[in-house]
C-alpha cells in the first residue's frame, strides 16, 4: 500500500486512513484517479449506455469546453469545496448565465456521486458549493383569442395538424413530430403518444418519449381527427419510409429547430405576440387550469411525471383569473354584509297584542335591535318604586330591552325605520340614566323604618 504527501503528517494521516478502510473491507481504488479522465470513464461507460442521448451530449459539451479544461488535471481525491467554488465563481464573472453554471454544478455533480459509490471519494464536493438562486422569468402564457389567432393564421400551413395537437393537447415539440400513424387509432378515437424526434450527436433521430410518464393515451378529438385525413391524404405518401405523420417535403424527419422556425415565422408574419415555442405547451397547461379541469387531469394530458411540476411551473395565473377570483370573493363578502345589516334590522319585532302582551317575531344570534314604530298607548312615565330592586332596574337587563312598540311592516322605507329606531333608543337611554340615578340615591340614603334605623342613618 503506498501514498504519498507533501509531508510526513500528510502521509501518515493518508495511511492511517487507508489502512482503517481496508480493515473495514472498503477495496481501495485500482488507481489515482485525475478528473479529467474519470470524467471521461463516467461518460462511456455509465452515462451513454444509460440516459437518453440528448443527456448525454449535455454532459460531454459541458465537460468538454468548460470543466475538464479548468479542473481536468486536479486529482479527484484533491478535489475541494473551494476548488469548485473558485471554478464556478470565476464562470459567472466570465459571463455565463446563473442557470448555465448551475447545469455545470449538476454536471459535475452525479459525476462525484457515481465516484462515492466507487468508493473513490469520501464525499460529493459539487453538493456543498454556494450558487445564487434559480433566475425565475415570467412566462405569460397566450390568452384564448391569441390562441385562435394564431391557429387562424397558421392554417394553411402544411404543418398545421401539429401545430393543432400543440395547442389543444399540450405536446411536446418532439412528440408533436415524432407521431407515426400507427400511433393514431382512427377506429376508438385515441392518440398513443410513444415516441419523440430529436436532434444529438449531430443528427436527427427518433426515440421514445421523455419519461415514463411521457407514454400516455389521449382521446382523439373529432377536430383533429378531420385534420389528420385531410393530411394523410395530402402528404401521405411522404410517410412510406419513415411511418411519421409529419415530414419534410421529401420524407424525411423534420428537423426540430425548423419546426420551431416555422411557428416563429407565422407569429412575424401576422403580428402575434412572440412567445416560445414550448410556451404554448404551458399556455395549454393554464387554460385547461381556467377552465376548472382538475390538476391530475392536467398532469396526465400532459405527461408530467409529478403533479406539482404542472401546477408550479405549466400553470400561471393571469391578470383576468386573478380579477375574476377576487370578483367572486367580493360576491360573497359583500352579499354576507347586506344579508347580516338586514337580518339586524329586522332581528328582533316588539308585537304588542291586544293584551299588551309581546310577542318576539323574529330574532338576530348577534344582536338585538329595536323595533321601528311605538305604540299608541299612552305613554308611561318611569316608577321609582316597583321598577326597581337590589338587582337592579328591570330594564337594566339587555334581554329584557324590548321597548313595548307596535309591529311595522317590513316593507316600510329603510330610511324611515331607522330614524324611529334611534329615537326609541334615545328614550331608553335617558331613561336608563334616571334609573341609575333612583338606584344610587337609594342605596345611599336608605329610608328609615323604625326609631332605631333613624338614629343608624343620622
Known amino acids: 500500500m503506498r501514498v504519498y504527501g507533501a509531508t510526513r503528517a500528510e502521509v501518515h494521516g493518508k495511511l492511517t486512513e487507508a489502512k482503517a478502510k481496508d480493515q473495514q473491507g472498503i477495496p481501495a481504488a485500482d488507481k489515482a484517479w485525475k478528473l479529467g479522465d474519470y470524467l471521461d470513464y463516467w461518460l462511456a461507460e455509465v452515462i451513454k449506455p444509460n440516459r437518453r442521448p440528448t443527456t448525454y451530449e449535455l454532459y460531454e459539451i459541458n465537460v468538454r469546453l468548460y470543466i475538464k479544461p479548468a479542473l481536468g488535471t486536479v486529482p479527484l481525491a484533491r478535489l475541494?469545496?473551494?476548488?469548485?467554488?473558485?471554478?464556478?465563481?470565476?464562470?459567472?464573472?466570465?459571463?455565463?448565465?446563473?442557470?448555465?453554471?448551475?447545469?455545470?454544478?449538476?454536471?459535475?455533480?452525479?459525476?462525484?456521486?457515481?465516484?462515492?459509490?466507487?468508493?473513490?471519494?469520501?464525499?460529493?464536493?459539487?453538493?456543498?458549493?454556494?450558487?445564487?438562486?434559480?433566475?425565475?422569468?415570467?412566462?405569460?402564457?397566450?390568452?384564448?383569442?391569441?390562441?385562435?389567432?394564431?391557429?387562424?393564421a397558421a392554417e394553411s400551413h402544411k404543418w398545421f395538424p401539429a401545430f393543432l395537437l400543440v395547442a389543444l393537447y399540450g405536446l411536446r415539440r418532439g412528440e408533436a413530430i415524432g407521431l407515426r400513424w400507427q400511433d393514431i387509432d382512427f377506429a376508438n378515437k385515441v392518440i398513443h403518444v410513444r415516441q419523440q424526434v430529436f436532434r444529438a450527436n449531430g443528427e436527427v433521430q427518433q426515440g421514445p418519449v421523455k419519461t415514463h410518464a411521457g407514454r400516455r393515451d389521449l382521446p382523439l378529438l373529432d377536430v383533429i381527427s378531420a385534420?389528420?385525413?385531410?393530411?394523410?391524404?395530402?402528404?401521405?405518401?411522404?410517410?412510406?419510409?419513415?411511418?411519421?405523420?409529419?415530414?419534410?417535403?421529401?420524407?424525411?424527419?423534420?428537423?426540430?429547430?425548423?419546426?420551431?422556425?416555422?411557428?416563429?415565422?407565422?407569429?412575424?408574419?401576422?403580428?402575434?405576440?412572440?412567445?416560445?415555442?414550448?410556451?404554448?405547451?404551458?399556455t395549454a397547461a393554464?387554460?385547461?387550469?381556467?377552465?376548472?379541469?382538475?390538476?391530475?387531469?392536467?398532469?396526465?394530458?400532459?405527461?408530467?411525471?409529478?403533479?406539482?411540476?404542472?401546477?408550479?411551473?405549466?400553470?400561471?395565473?393571469?391578470?383576468?383569473?386573478?380579477r375574476e377570483a377576487l370578483k367572486l370573493m367580493e360576491g360573497?363578502?359583500?352579499?354576507?354584509?347586506?344579508?347580516?345589516?338586514?337580518?339586524?334590522?329586522?332581528?328582533?319585532?316588539?308585537?304588542?297584542?291586544?293584551?299588551?302582551?309581546?310577542?318576539?317575531?323574529?330574532?338576530?344570534?348577534?344582536s338585538v335591535v329595536l323595533a321601528d314604530q311605538f305604540?299608541?298607548?299612552?305613554?308611561?312615565?318611569?316608577?321609582?318604586?316597583?321598577?326597581?330592586?337590589?338587582?337592579?332596574?328591570?330594564?337594566?337587563?339587555?334581554?329584557?330591552?324590548?321597548?313595548?312598540?307596535?309591529?311595522?311592516?317590513?316593507?316600510?322605507?329603510?330610511?324611515?325605520?331607522?330614524?324611529?329606531?334611534?329615537?326609541?333608543?334615545k328614550m331608553r337611554a335617558q331613561t336608563w340614566i334616571i334609573g341609575i340615578v333612583a338606584v344610587n340615591l337609594a342605596v345611599k340614603n336608605p329610608v328609615p323604618t323604625t326609631p332605631y334605623d333613624h338614629d343608624l342613618a343620622a
Open 80 to 152: 475541494t469545496v473551494p476548488l469548485v467554488q473558485r471554478f464556478l465563481n470565476q464562470r459567472l464573472a466570465d459571463g455565463l448565465s446563473v442557470r448555465k453554471v448551475q447545469m455545470l454544478r449538476e454536471t459535475l455533480s452525479p459525476a462525484l456521486t457515481r465516484a462515492m459509490r466507487e468508493e473513490i471519494v469520501s464525499r460529493n464536493v459539487a453538493m456543498l458549493v454556494e450558487l445564487p438562486g434559480k433566475q425565475e422569468t415570467d412566462i405569460v402564457p397566450w390568452t384564448p383569442q391569441e390562441i385562435i389567432r394564431f391557429l387562424t
Open 227 to 282: 385534420r389528420l385525413i385531410k393530411h394523410q391524404e395530402e402528404y401521405g405518401h411522404l410517410s412510406q419510409d419513415t411511418g411519421l405523420v409529419f415530414t419534410t417535403s421529401t420524407g424525411r424527419m423534420i428537423e426540430p429547430y425548423n419546426f420551431t422556425r416555422a411557428f416563429q415565422t407565422i407569429l412575424s408574419r401576422h403580428s402575434i405576440r412572440r412567445i416560445k415555442l414550448h410556451h404554448v405547451r404551458h
Open 286 to 322: 393554464t387554460i385547461l387550469k381556467n377552465l376548472g379541469i382538475p390538476a391530475r387531469d392536467v398532469q396526465l394530458i400532459l405527461g408530467h411525471s409529478d403533479i406539482a411540476i404542472t401546477q408550479q411551473i405549466y400553470q400561471h395565473d393571469t391578470m383576468d383569473s386573478r
Open 332 to 366: 360573497v363578502v359583500v352579499e354576507t354584509q347586506q344579508t347580516d345589516k338586514s337580518e339586524s334590522l329586522e332581528a328582533v319585532v316588539a308585537v304588542v297584542d291586544g293584551n299588551g302582551s309581546r310577542q318576539v317575531s323574529r330574532q338576530s344570534h348577534n
Open 375 to 425: 305604540s299608541d298607548q299612552p305613554k308611561k312615565s318611569p316608577r321609582l318604586h316597583g321598577d326597581f330592586s337590589w338587582l337592579g332596574w328591570r330594564d337594566s337587563n339587555p334581554r329584557m330591552l324590548v321597548p313595548e312598540l307596535d309591529a311595522m311592516p317590513l316593507s316600510t322605507p329603510y330610511r324611515e325605520r331607522v330614524t324611529e329606531v334611534q329615537r326609541a333608543a
